[in-house]
């Protein structure tokens, strides 16, 4: 008697009814279930792929987590917070860094950007090299007196490309800078000079902003040779933060700050509208839901005479239930199954064969990663919906039940 419900629940859906309303509805309600479920698998998919892009963005920019002062805009390492920066703490490699605002002058162009000093370590922390576009890779490594700039600064000032600058930059500096930066000519400025030697291009955001120098210029351009801006640190996958953060604020002039508590606001931008946008394709696998129990109402109709039968041949109440429930399960797995071979076919497409273009960004595709733990929430929160319809099921089947007179009441 198992089996039972489950095979008269499979006839009852391929079978042809004589209301054909039924049949439409049912197509509708897993119809619209396959195209919600392939739509959360797409659009979370392209979420998680933006995201992963994001990511990949800021780990060329952003250190694994820098060391701050507690207060202030510079700091002085210690030796016991040199002694705290070792492997046997997470920290596979740290760069000195000191930066602030200067103003650039080539020719008669002039524009306000952050000046980063790095000391020689920076490639072990950072691989600024694989996103220059002009020069030479390594050039801060070297003991040249140079500048890397990005692409977008370069463009304002005229310059595309490094061949074409045979006159030194001029970068004017406070050694103090307040609050805000005055652009006049001002008695404060320390006027330095350097060579352009490359471009490099992120996205807007950073081409607009950053010139990397190596450490002792910008020491010479904010007089400053003790103190740093921050050491930015290249954690081991395996790094305790937690415990490293503790190693490194009780000593009180520091603090601890990760590339996901810099960027927070980006990524909790992104995970929002990532859930806001399920919730609303949610919403609609509810409304079918809805449609799905109109069809089992006309359905439990038309098959009042079978429920008669089969109650004469003594199937009990809960078996009846099966059925239809049965039903509902067999619609919804139907439409969850086309959903998912639906959309994880267009992401391996777009994957593969780039369908949809992302028009003014630094990729050329939209990027699509899927994950194994959204297809797992997906899958949960339709049996979350399935199981409900067992409850309206089960009330429309009492309903009926009283309003038959020729069904008695078993206890």
């Known amino acids: 008697m198992v089996r039972l419900p489950f095979h008269i629940a499979k006839r009852y859906l391929f079978a042809k009814k004589s209301h054909n309303a039924i049949n439409v509805i049912s197509a509708i309600s897993a119809t619209v279930v396959a195209f919600v479920v392939a739509a959360m698998v797409v659009v979370l998919s392209v979420f998680n792929g933006i995201e992963a892009l994001v990511a990949d963005m800021y780990e060329v920019m952003d250190a694994d987590a820098v060391i701050l002062p507690m207060q202030g805009k510079r700091l002085e390492p210690t030796q016991q917070l040199l002694k705290t920066l070792q492997p046997v703490n997470g920290v596979l490699h740290r760069s000195f860094v000191l930066e602030d605002e200067v103003m650039i002058q080539f020719r008669d162009k002039q524009m306000v950007v952050k000046l980063k000093g790095?000391?020689?370590?920076?490639?072990?922390v950072l691989?600024?090299?694989s996103v220059m576009v002009e020069g030479s890779p390594g050039i801060l490594r070297t003991g040249a007196q140079t500048l890397v700039m990005g692409a977008g600064i370069g463009y304002n000032l005229g310059i595309q490309s490094v061949d074409q600058v045979g006159e030194r930059i001029q970068v004017f500096s406070l050694p103090s800078l307040p609050k805000g930066l005055a652009l006049a000519q001002d008695a404060g400025f320390v006027r330095n000079s350097a060579r352009l030697g490359g471009l490099f291009s992120v996205n807007a955001e950073f081409d607009m902003q950053w010139i990397f120098c190596q450490l002792p210029f910008a020491q010479r351009c904010f007089g400053d040779s003790t103190r740093l801006s921050s050491i930015e640190l290249?954690?081991?996958?395996?790094?305790?933060?937690?415990?490293?953060r503790q190693l490194i604020e009780q000593q009180g002039s520091f603090r601890l700050q990760t590339r996901e508590e810099k960027n927070q606001l980006v990524f909790q931008t992104s995970q929002t509208e990532k859930w806001i946008t399920f919730f609303i394709l949610l919403f609609i696998v509810v409304i079918a839901a809805f449609n799905m129990i109109a069809s089992l109402t006309m359905l439990i109709i038309e098959k009042r005479r079978d429920l008669k039968v089969l109650w004469a041949m003594g199937m009990s109440r809960p078996q009846m239930n099966s059925i239809f429930f049965l039903q509902s399960v067999l619609i919804n797995l139907l439409?969850?199954?086309a959903g998912l071979l639906l959309g994880l076919s267009f992401c391996w497409a777009q994957q593969r064969f780039g369908l949809i273009r992302f028009e003014g960004s630094i990729v050329e595709f939209y990027p699509v990663k899927i994950l194994f733990t959204d297809i797992l929430g997906i899958l949960l929160v339709m049996s979350i919906i399935v199981w409900s319809t067992y409850f309206a099921v089960r009330w429309l089947m009492n309903r009926f039940?009283?309003?038959?007179?020729?069904?008695v009441k078993r206890a």
């Open 234 to 244: 290249s954690l081991s996958p395996n790094a305790n933060r937690e415990v490293l």
């Open 401 to 407: 039940m009283k309003l038959d007179q020729h069904i």
């Open 127 to 129: 691989n600024l090299d």
């Open 118 to 124: 790095v000391d020689t370590a920076y490639h072990r």
């Open 335 to 337: 439409g969850v199954l």
